[in-house]
Each structure stands twice: as C-alpha cells, then as structure tokens.
C-alpha cells in the first residue's frame, strides 16, 4: 500500500510552488504553514519575503494566490490582516485523503516509511541482577518500549538492549556471603515462585551488604571475591549464573505483568562487555584520550569542576586495577557501533545520570567511536513522585517494589471496570482480563503522557479516572466506537467525499489526518508524550463530534450514517494503532 500525503503536506507544496511561480526571485521559500482557529490553515510566510524583496506584502499575497493551481483541494483562500492567507480546505478533499487512508490494508492508515531509515539501539529496562525492581525502573522500561514500537513502526531499523547490572563489586560481596552462609537462601515453603526467590536474593543482598560495610576482612575477601569472577574461577561463575538465570525468571515476570515483551537475545548485561574493558582502556590510553592521575586512568572536561574549582575526571580504571562504569559504557557503545552497525544510539536514563553520560558521550567522540555520522543521545527522564510531591515511597519510607505497584493498579482499575460491567455485559473472564488491560494502561499513560524529562506524580485514583486526560478516557473511547459498530446492523461504513461535513466532523477529519506526522515528530525527536497528547485531543474531537452529530440517527439519510461510520471507524483503527504503539490495549468492550 502507497502512503497517502497529508493534507498539510500536499497544501504545503501547492503553496511552496506557488510561490516560486508568483515569485521566481525569491528562490525556494517556505510558506510557513501552520493550523490555525480563523480557518484551517495559515501561511505566514509572505510577510518575511515581502521585507526580503520591499514589496507590499498583501500584494504578494495576492500573487500567490492567483498562482495556486485549480483543483479541489482548498474551497477558501483569505488574504488577511498584513499578508497572511487563511485556508479553508474543501470537504471532498478531507474525506477522499481519509478514506485512502482506511483503505490501507496494512494496517499503517498510509503512515509512511521514512527515506532515511537506520539502525538504533536503544538501552531501556535496566534492572540489577540479584535485586528486586522498585518504581524508580517503571519509567526507563515504558518510555523506552514505546520508543521501540514508534521507531519500528516509521521504518527504523531497532535493536533493544538491556543492559542489566550483573558484574562488579556487589557480586563479589554477595558470593562470598553465600559461600560463607550456606543456608542463606533458603525460604520456608520449598521452591517458590520467581517473585518469592528474588525477594529471597534481595533479603540476602542486604545482609551481606550491611556485612561488607561492617567487617573488613569481609570486604577484603568479597573484593578477592570479584578477581575470581573476573579470572572465570569455576566454583565463582557457577553462583554468579545462578543468580543470573535466577534474576531472568524475575524479570520476565514483572515484564510480563507491564505487559511488555522482553527477549533473551536483547539482555546483555555489564558482563556482556568483559572481554573487551581492558582494550578500551589500553585505546585511551594510546590515543591520549585518557592520561594517568593518581594511579587512575582518567579522562578530564575543561567545562566540569568540582566545588574546589578542579577538574573532576570521567575515571575509566581504577587506581586498585578495577573497571569504573565508564568502561563498561563505552565498551558498550564500541560493540554497538562496530559490531551492531547502528548509527543512532538512545539511552532511556534517569536524568540524575546525565553529567555521567554527558562526559561518555564526549570520550567516545574524542576518540573517534562517535562522530558525524554516528550520534549517541540520552533520553532522560525524570522522577515518580509521590501524591505528596516527594520521591515515591512506602509508608514506612522503602522504595515501592514495581510488581507491588502494577498489582494494586490492576486491582483498582479491576474494581471500576467491575462496577461497569452489569451495564455492558461483560463475564468474569473479561472483567479480569479488562481490569489488567486498564490497570497496565492507566500506569503507562501516565507516565507517557508527562514529557520524559519533567517529573511526575503516582495517583492511581486520577490513573485509572473515567474522565480527564487518562488512558481510560481513551479505552471507552475505542470501546464505544466498537459498540455503536455493532448496533450499526445493515449499515456499513462508507466515505462520501460528495456530502458536506459539519464542523464537528471537519474537526475530526484534520485531526484524524496528522497522526503520520505526528508519529514522524514523535520519533525524531524521542518526544512519546506528543503522541499521547495526539490521541488525547483525538478522543475529544470523538466526543465532541458525538454531541454535535448523532450516528445511528433514524433522521439521517443512509448515505450520512455511512459516512459518520466511516469517520468513527477510522477514528477507532487510529485510536487502537496509536494506543498500541504506546504499549496500551484497547479492549473492545468496556
């Protein structure tokens, strides 16, 4: 299936080509064309070539537009106020652009492909071997997963990374308390499930932690500990992969409970990049990226100091011999672009890390692993706060456990679809399986509907609210499009490019025919919250439209409930490929 133009697109090069006609010595010009509240369009930009070529800019204007080729594509062009043009687009054209778009059997609604595609990893989803994922991982794993399917979805070419904490200091520490405490693991009841043996392995973390922290000879042995990790000491990596395999099996399941899909293949953890740490190193070194301090190797910024006014340094190997995260990071980045090809490279990252990655990013341009083709780019994000405007916690001030979290939102959002549920007749079956849809999503939404960098708060109440700027707005939207489909009984939805449309519907037509562009800016530049926003203002021109314009009237002609059905249908694919692309179901009754 050929993508299908937007209007804006097809306007925007009517005018652009006017322009050059009307104005062959101003060169290739931009029209400026922008939405507007006095018509559908406005063009603004005669006003700063009148200035360039000293003419009068109403006359210019006049120009252009006698310049603009016959057709029906606009039904109204205005020359207003200084020089602008407001444009009123016929309604033939908003409903033939439509229905090719409904015609695209697969499933893209004419979005197309970009030109330039390439290939991005993108690292999301970071959890900690060994350690229970708590609310501060909610926001990497869903901004980037969105990321993933929006990318993928314009042409791109992805490869997920999750780049898990599995190596250091803290695996030395607790192998040894284990070898130590043998019957540390142990939990009443036998074998249990991924969840009660993590938060087993997260118990005995803690322990040898305080332990680590306390005793010196303890922490003498643990760090021992890791120089037989790191030489493949047999007895050392058969614990360590135990609590690897024993992590995976945790992880997934809180994966699965978002409602997120996550590959073996795609988890290369800090242990992934092993091997290559000591040739890192020994390339800084030679290249003069990384100079000798203290016994450090280290890379130094003119533009970062400390308090004291000195340079505070990206230290890439430790005075002891050991490997700073730096090393491992860029590593990374050396596998990802020799090996993985990519010539993007995203981190969805806690915004509290951005300095570090700032100085990594710029010591692999120094040494030439990033550079004008190949751009490396931190998609920050902030924090979950509580209602109380603080960090997210528990009553008793302990970070809130993830899967604690995504239970209690599938509880309460199982609790108002349930109250819902005699009214439309859903079984037990649909209202568990609905009450997890609604749940997963009000948690998703929320989080991709704030811009990534700003934080947010956590109130569930408001999540999971029928009304409002949520993703259960949004579901009832789609679910009760879906129901009038199917109170439509003989009637079918069909475009009629030859009625006229009323407001309302005009509205919802040009609403619904920028979702391509706005996938398009959402993707270049890394912004989830701006597709959100799209489908927010999508279900509301939905219910506006509903107000304004019965569909299954018996006082309408065939030929207008046809055309009605096809606008709501249409809005009902959009909504449901959108909602889908930001990791979201959309059940069908609700």
């Not at 018509?39 to 700063?48: E, K, M, T």
């Not at 036998?190 to 010196?216: H, I, P």
């Not at 029928?466 to 499009?481: C, E, F, K, P």
């Not at 912004?527 to 489908?535: I, V």
Request: glycine share 8%; charged share 25%; with cysteine.
């Amino acid at each position: 299936m050929a993508s299908v133009p937007s209007l804006a697109s097809t306007l925007q090069q009517q005018l652009a080509d006017a322009l050059t006609a009307a104005l062959p010595d101003a060169g290739t010009a931009d029209p400026l064309l922008r939405r507007s509240d006095r018509a559908d369009f406005q063009a603004n930009g005669i006003l700063a070539l009148a200035k360039k070529l000293k003419g009068n800019p109403r006359e210019l204007a006049g120009q252009v537009t006698a310049a603009l080729p016959a057709g029906e594509l606009i039904k109204d062009i205005e020359v207003s106020g200084p020089g602008f043009l407001n444009i009123t687009l016929s309604d033939k054209a908003i409903v033939e652009t439509l229905a090719a778009r409904a015609a695209d059997t697969e499933g893209r609604l004419g979005v197309p492909l970009k030109d330039d595609a390439g290939t991005t990893v993108i690292d999301y989803a970071q959890p900690n071997v060994a350690k229970e994922m708590h609310v501060g991982h909610l926001r990497s794993a869903v901004i980037g997963d969105a990321m993933v399917k929006i990318m993928e979805f314009t042409g791109e070419n992805v490869v997920r990374r999750h780049h898990i904490g599995d190596w250091g200091t803290q695996f030395g520490m607790l192998i040894q308390y284990l070898i130590e405490h043998p019957g540390a693991l142990k939990h009443e009841g036998g074998e249990s499930d991924g969840e009660a043996a993590m938060s087993t392995l997260n118990r005995v973390y803690k322990e040898s932690r305080v332990l680590f922290d306390s005793d010196e000879e303890f922490k003498a042995r643990s760090r021992d500990r890791v120089v037989a990790l790191q030489a493949g000491d047999p007895e050392t990596l058969e614990l360590w992969q135990g609590f690897v395999d024993e992590s995976k099996i945790y992880f997934h399941s809180v994966f699965d409970k978002l409602d997120m899909e996550i590959s073996d293949p795609d988890i290369v953890g800090e242990s992934g990049y092993n091997d290559m740490l000591e040739e890192t190193c020994r390339i800084l070194e030679e290249t003069g990226v990384a100079v000798r301090s203290e016994g450090a190797l280290c890379v130094f910024f003119d533009d970062v100091k400390g308090p004291d006014g000195n340079k505070v340094p990206l230290i890439v190997k430790k005075t002891n011999g050991g490997y700073g995260y730096a090393a491992t990071d860029l590593s990374a980045i050396r596998n990802r672009v020799r090996d993985l090809k990519a010539d993007t490279l995203v981190y969805v990252v806690d915004v509290r890390q951005s300095l570090h990655f700032r100085m990594v990013f710029e010591t692999a341009r120094r040494a030439g692993w990033l550079n004008d083709d190949v751009k490396a780019v931190q998609l920050a994000f902030g924090t979950v706060l509580g209602k109380d405007g603080k960090p997210f916690k528990t009553r008793e001030g302990v970070t809130v456990r993830l899967e604690d979290l995504l239970d209690e939102a599938v509880d309460r959002a199982t609790a108002v679809v349930r109250d819902k549920a005699e009214k439309v007749g859903l079984s037990e079956e649909e209202i568990v399986e609905n009450g997890r849809y609604v749940g997963i999503g009000a948690v998703k939404y929320a989080d991709l509907s704030t811009s990534a960098v700003r934080d947010y708060k956590f109130d569930l109440d408001q999540m999971v609210a029928l009304h409002g700027d949520t993703s259960v707005y949004l579901q009832y939207a789609y679910a009760r499009i879906r129901s009038i489909l199917r109170k439509a009984g003989d009637a079918v939805p069909a475009a009629h490019p030859e009625l006229e449309l009323a407001p309302a519907e005009r509205a919802l037509g040009l609403h619904l025919d920028q979702f391509g562009e706005v996938l398009t800016e959402v993707a270049a530049g890394y912004e989830p919250h701006k597709l959100a926003a799209y489908l927010y203002q999508l279900a509301s021109h939905l219910t506006t439209f509903y107000d304004q314009c019965q569909v299954l009237s018996p006082d309408n002609a065939p030929e207008v409930v046809e055309n009605r059905l096809f606008l709501v249908e249409l809005t009902a694919r959009t909504l449901h490929r959108g909602m889908a692309l930001l990791g979201i179901r959309t059940p069908e009754r609700l």
